[in-house]
């Protein structure tokens, strides 16, 4: 079996680890030569959009997926002529757009926050009217980890946010007074059959995530795999998807989805039955989905910017470290480090010395 990825960071290595095991060989497609994937398998080196490279990906591949969801949308379609993929270039459409992922989370019957489009400072004025404030202003595309999104709270504060838009298409949506972040994480077969990860609750930090920790049995947990039931049939999507949600007492609020593993998720490698990683391979090769079941009491943490001496890491009890294989820079996700703790009260403490160690090498 030949999986093409679009893509050769982090997540694409994360995939290939995880199809080793399955005799999966990879291909993958990325503009960076030293892009941290590529002593995987095959290096495609070239832009996501050259014809030679994407003819070539298709040929050796029996089905393309992807790590991120700012791969142009025409690129998935053309490859879907020549080849299978997963998840399908419309799902990858509908996530590259804010306004077009909201619309859609409406249409499903998924609730999200207070929205409107915004393509000028006046129009952003008159949607404050009926969004209220404090609100969030976001650019329409190419958002992640916190970027391309302005904080605003007073009149006096639409300038600036419209300006740190360059004049590109927004949306600006109210703001979400949340008890917590979650996430819920699922694959999805081409034959229709799930699998639902229990809910990650998450913290973020400068919009970037920094810890994520598995919720067995939690209330939301119905509720949420409702949410993401309805993404997928509605999609009909192959693949691992991530569910990102607000919690506002009884409620879940959708913030976005990704069409893809996630960050949220990288507990599962030790913390699982089955890795978001192996499932979402199972997923679109057709294979059966494995256990989502919990091991032990998983988390997740984070290193941002910097990377922690790997013995330091490594003397944390239960502590698994992923180092990326990516230079140390300011707000880059450089390595991140899961346990699998026997009880709540170990995994809280051995969290808290991660999070700490976290926090000495942050350079975001």
Same mark, same amino acid.
């Given at each position: ?16 680890l995880a199809g080793y095991p399955l005799g999966i060989d990879f ?127 007073? /009149?006096?504060?639409? =300038? ?6 360059? #004049?590109? !298409? *927004?949306?600006? &949506? @109210? ?22 990860y229990p809910l990650s609750e998450n913290l973020h930090k400068g ?69 978001q990683f192996e499932n979402h391979l199972r997923a679109i090769l ?7 079941? /919990?091991?032990?009491? =998983? ?6 910017? #910097?990377? !922690? *001496?790997?013995? &330091? @890491? ?51």
């Amino acid at each position: 079996m030949k999986v093409g990825i679009l893509g050769a960071g982090q997540l694409a290595r994360m995939i290939a680890l995880a199809g080793y095991p399955l005799g999966i060989d990879f291909i993958f497609l990325d503009p960076a030569k030293d892009a941290c994937a590529n002593t995987l398998g095959t290096h495609l080196h070239g832009d996501y959009d050259d014809p030679a490279l994407l003819a070539r990906l298709a040929e050796m591949s029996d089905v393309v997926t992807y790590e991120f969801e700012n791969v142009p949308a025409d690129v998935a379609h053309f490859l879907a002529t020549h080849t299978e993929v997963h998840p399908s270039p419309n799902a990858l459409a509908v996530a590259q757009d804010r306004l077009v992922e909201k619309n859609y989370f409406n249409s499903i019957g998924i609730p999200t926050p207070k929205f409107a489009p915004i393509e000028s400072l006046d129009e952003l004025s008159r949607a404050m009217e009926t969004i209220g404030w404090p609100a969030i202003v976001k650019s329409r595309r190419m958002g992640y980890d916190g970027k391309g999104q302005a904080f605003v709270r007073t /009149p006096e504060d639409l =300038p600036k946010a419209w300006e740190s838009m360059t #004049g590109v !298409p *927004a949306i600006v &949506e @109210a703001f979400v007074p949340f008890d917590r972040e979650v996430s819920i994480i699922a694959a999805r077969s081409p034959q229709g059959e799930i699998a639902f990860y229990p809910l990650s609750e998450n913290l973020h930090k400068g919009g970037i995530l920094r810890v994520s920790e598995c919720r067995e049995a939690d209330p939301m947990q119905a509720q949420a795999e409702d949410y993401v039931t309805r993404l997928l049939e509605g999609l009909d999507y192959a693949g691992v998807l991530a569910l990102e949600l607000f919690q506002v007492g009884g409620r879940l609020v959708a913030n976005e989805f990704a069409p893809r593993v996630h960050n949220s998720g990288h507990w599962t490698i030790e913390g699982a039955e089955t890795s978001q990683f192996e499932n979402h391979l199972r997923a679109i090769l057709s294979l059966p989905l494995g256990s989502t079941r /919990p091991v032990g009491h =998983p988390a997740m943490v984070n290193f941002i910017g #910097g990377l !922690p *001496a790997t013995a &330091e @890491a490594l003397a944390v009890e239960h502590a698994h470290l992923h180092l990326y294989g990516k230079a140390p820079r300011k707000g880059r996700k450089v390595a991140h480090a899961t346990i699998r703790a026997e009880s709540r009260a170990q995994l809280s403490a051995q969290l808290k010395k991660l999070s700490d160690l976290a926090e000495r090498v942050d350079d975001s």
